[in-house]
Structures are given as C-alpha cells and as structure tokens.
C-alpha cells in the first residue's frame, strides 16, 4: 500500500466498455484505489459523464472513444493510455456485447457482432497493450467472462460460445506471459443486476456492478507473486 493508503496510486488502467455498468463500476473502483483510468467505450456522453463522476470524486481519468472492432482505434486506445506515464499496469476487458435467440432464428450479423466484441476487440486490445507490459515486466490483464462461458441455457449458444473462447484464449494467454510478471485474470459474473440482457435477474440480492467491481481491485492488488487466474462469482441467493 502507498503513502497515501491507496493501493494502485501512480498506476494507469485502461477499462473497455466503461461508459455505464459492470465497466463503469470497475472506472471507479480503480480510479478510488488511486489509479489513472483510462476509460474507453463507443458512446461519448457516456464516457464523458463516467469521467466526470470520477473526477468529481478526486480520481484521474481520461476518455477514449474507441470501436473494440477497430484495430486502429484499439491501437489509439492503448497508444494514449501509455501518455499518462509511459506504461499501462492494468487492462480490463469489459466491453461486450449478447445477444439472446435460438440459433435458428439468429443473424448471422448478430453472430459475428458478439464475436467481433467480445473475442477479437479482446485479442486486439491485449496485443496492442503486451510489449509496454512486457518490456517493463509487469502488468495485469483481467477479462470480464461470464458463467456463460461454463454453463449452457436455451438462447446462449451465440453468446456462451464466445464466453467460453475468452476463458480459452485467457488461459492460453497466461501460460505465455507469466514469465513476464504478467497476471492475466478472468472473472465469470453469473446474474448482474444490469440491464445487459432482456431476461436479466434485478434486484438487491442480486450480484451489482460495484461487486464485480470488487473482485477485479482484489485480483489487481493481491502480492504480484500471485495471480487469481479465474473468479466465479454468483449472488449467494438469488431467491
């Protein structure tokens, strides 16, 4: 912990998809600890607003509007994020988007818009962020999965399957990055009260954005000799 009892002060975070929701939980969340965030997502008045908060708040931030899909955006992203201080300690995958249908009655435009999201603009963001972490051997890679990614249900074939290709590439990932020092981090949120899915669960009992939120500041500020490589995490009792 630092001087000022913040845990992440003088480090810079780049969270996709930031502009409200699990994203946005997990901007503030790191900005409290002390970190720069550097805050990306499609809509403007979104970030601008979610950068406000933190500001307001006393934090640090700066937004990027960014396409995930867009590989020279994504690189833009990363590009003024290492402007803060010439590194980028923490990347959250956040942003994604689902799509819940029977396959018989899905798009292939939908198809390819969850994938495009939620697998490449994940592998385009974690490339373009790996040489600044490598060559200062450090960092923290965490992706926002889903219990998606491990459990099947009517309607999530689209959507799961690209859950469950996140949790793959992520522990791909981290086999070849450790000897880095990097620690790539998935966490898998079962029902969130957002308004992310149609049929989503609401409700007090059910897991928030700001628990998410917590799980990702446990996993980045843990001793860098461990890594958290995956967090399940469920409302204790959503009934």
């Not at 790539?184 to 998410?212: L, M």
Request: hydrophobic content about 45%.
């Amino acid at each position: 912990m630092t001087m000022n009892g913040k845990k992440l002060s003088g480090k810079v975070a780049v969270v996709t998809g930031a502009g409200k929701g699990i994203g946005k939980a997990i901007a503030d969340a790191l900005a409290a600890e002390g970190a720069h965030v550097v805050l990306a997502a499609r809509t403007p008045a979104d970030l601008e607003k979610a950068a406000g908060a933190i500001r307001s708040a006393g934090g640090a931030a700066t937004t990027v509007r960014t396409d995930m899909t867009d590989e020279a955006q994504v690189d833009r992203l990363i590009g003024e994020a290492l402007k803060v201080n010439g590194s980028v300690d923490i990347l959250v995958n956040n942003a994604g988007i689902g799509v819940f249908k029977p396959v018989v009655t899905m798009g292939i435009s939908e198809f390819d818009a969850m994938w495009n999201v939620n697998v490449r603009g994940v592998f385009l963001a974690t490339r373009a962020v790996l040489p600044s972490m490598i060559r200062s051997r450090r960092g923290a890679i965490v992706n926002i999965a889903s219990l998606a990614g491990k459990n099947t249900f009517k309607g999530g074939a689209g959507y799961g399957a690209t859950k469950w290709a996140l949790r793959g590439f992520a522990g791909s990932l981290m086999l070849e990055v450790r000897e880095h020092n990097i620690r790539v981090v998935t966490i898998c949120p079962g029902s969130v009260d957002t308004n992310f899915s149609p049929g989503g669960k609401k409700g007090a009992q059910i897991t928030q954005p700001e628990d998410v939120a917590s799980a990702v500041v446990f996993a980045v500020t843990a001793p860098e000799r461990s890594m958290f490589s995956e967090i399940d995490l469920r409302p204790t009792n959503p009934a």
